[in-house]
């Protein structure tokens, strides 16, 4: 698997464009930009099949309807998460933002599912950020939305979010093999033997 991340947005979203066998793969998080993103999918020579969403975020789904529009692919999303979808919008206002309307149906993601398209992604269920919150693992490659970044963690102060499903989070992740590479929702990508390290939430 092939991983290629777009910084998009006034955030700063890690978008992640994942390439497997032919060119089959998905989108991981589309937060803004959706120009940018289809311009990079040509690029790469990425033939998605697929919407995967870490949490709904307003960031982190800026530009899924754009991208559905232009594509014509499934979303797929933790149910737990729907609340801030369809929410989505309303919190972008807050922050002075807009994102158009989330396109519907979304389809479910749990624990231990796995996903082909062509890339044998297994979901994670990591909720603490936020209710619904998954990561995308292929063995050597987390795509850990904002539960854990570079020296950080994701908030836990916000509406939905749980300290202690967060940590326990965190606990599940140090399972991994310590040289998965994480890819996170912001910042650059680390290593979980480098997060076990150094990162005061993890190491020790």
Not at 52 to 76: I, K, N, Q, R, S
Not at 142 to 157: A, C, K, Q, T
């Amino acid at each position: 698997m092939k991983v290629y991340p777009l910084a998009v947005g006034p955030l700063q979203e890690n978008t992640y464009l994942l390439v497997g066998e032919s060119g089959r793969g998905a989108i991981v998080d589309p937060g803004d930009e959706p120009e940018r993103i289809l311009a990079e999918v040509g690029r790469v020579g990425l033939h998605p099949e697929a919407i995967l969403l870490t949490h709904a975020h307003f960031d982190h789904v800026g530009a899924v309807a754009p991208l559905v529009e232009a594509l014509g692919l499934p979303v797929y999303l933790h149910p737990a998460d729907l609340p801030l979808y369809h929410n989505a919008a309303q919190n972008a206002a807050r922050w002075g933002l807009s994102i158009p309307p989330l396109p519907e149906p979304v389809e479910p993601l749990a624990e231990g599912q796995r996903l082909d398209f062509g890339l044998g992604l297994e979901v994670l269920f990591l909720p603490g950020h936020a209710p619904g919150h998954v990561g995308f693992y292929q063995p050597g490659h987390l795509v850990s939305g904002d539960v854990l970044f570079r020296g950080g963690i994701g908030r836990y102060d916000l509406p939905g979010s749980d300290p202690q499903a967060l940590f326990a989070s965190l606990q599940k992740l140090t399972g991994l093999p310590p040289q998965t590479v994480v890819y996170p929702g912001h910042g650059p990508l680390t290593t979980l033997a480098e997060e076990m390290a150094h990162n005061p939430y993890l190491a020790g």
